[in-house]
């Protein structure tokens, strides 16, 4: 998939509903023999699920039907099973994030770390994205409509390859590789061939999980710390994310927060309206339940000035301390 025209961070390039979706884990429905061994339990297993996915496949439109089994299978040599293969190959996850929105106590029923609500769906357009570890847009999905939607996480040129992250980015290189080997392909990016710089900024990125309000209100009240700390902290953590393209990493929203909580408690109205137009691109394209909450931190506010002349609105009831720094 390549643009046509340029995108800015936030635009949505593409939605589709997913031909299927099914939960990750599953539990069978038939007992399978006795005295199989790990592996042959296995293989009972997926002979199973490629049986549900046999009679979900037969209730979509013959062209439907064609279109998934045209997508790649990087597991043919398993025991996955064709449509197996299929779904584990190209599958998107729905994320907890989107379970919450509708299950708000989704995490003090199931609080493992491998969640048995998480759910996958495969596409016929989304699926064929391209992967890089350093990618310019990033899925997620929409609850409202049942829908995967691709936005861009960057600003994107015209004519430019729209790719997505198939592992975890932040993974050393190696790991990373070992990752996509099912896929077929090695990746030769920036970041792939050059991990002896790569992978320790990949390491502080991934250590870099701010919470926006903690920072600043620590920051507010400790008076002997510079005006700029958590800016030229977050700022510094910006550029570096944005040397390794990864701005589809959630630290990177989370920064740009810190940026507009601080700016609004400086009453730099202009620089908060920037930092918080920022949240709101990324928060859309990336994961817009917390983008929603982020905003939720960082109000509209009149024309008319507020906070002292300052122009920037107070951040109480939860957000940050009401009063300005001095």
Known sequence: MCTKRPLVAGDVIYAERPFIALPVKFYLTSAPPSGLTLEGFTQHAWKEREELLKEMIALLPPERQAAYRALANSHTHDGSGPLAGVFRTNGFGLGLDTWREIIPDIDDRDNRADHETTISGVCDTLSRINHSCCPNADVYFDMPSFSFVL????????????????????????????????????????????????????????????????????????????????????????????????????????????????????????????????????????????????????????????????????????????????
Not at 217 to 229: E, G, I, K
Not at 310 to 323: E, F, Q, R
Request: charged share 20%; hydrophobic share 35%; proline share 7%.
């Open 151 to 326: 936005s861009a996480v960057r600003d994107i040129p015209a004519g430019t390859d729209v790719t997505v992250g198939y592992c975890d980015l932040t993974d050393p290189a190696a790991a990373r590789q070992k990752d996509l080997t099912p896929y077929g392909f090695t990746c030769t990016c920036v970041a792939c061939v050059s991990p002896n710089s790569s992978d320790p900024r990949r390491a502080t990125i991934a250590a870099s999980f701010p919470d926006p309000k903690f920072v600043v209100r620590m920051w507010l009240m400790n008076v002997v710390l510079p005006d700029d700390y958590v800016i030229q902290d977050s700022q510094r953590m910006i550029r570096l994310i944005e040397e390794e393209g990864l701005q589809s990493a959630w630290c990177y929203t989370l920064h740009f927060a810190v940026l507009a909580m601080a700016y609004a408690a400086l009453g730099q109205r202009e620089n908060y309206l920037q930092a918080r137009e920022r949240v709101s691109a990324l928060g859309r394209a990336c994961n817009p339940v917390e983008g929603h909450q982020l905003m939720v931190s960082l109000p509209e506010f009149r024309n008319s000035r507020s906070s002292g002349g300052c122009g920037c609105p107070t951040m109480d009831g939860g957000g940050l301390p009401s009063s300005m720094r001095k």
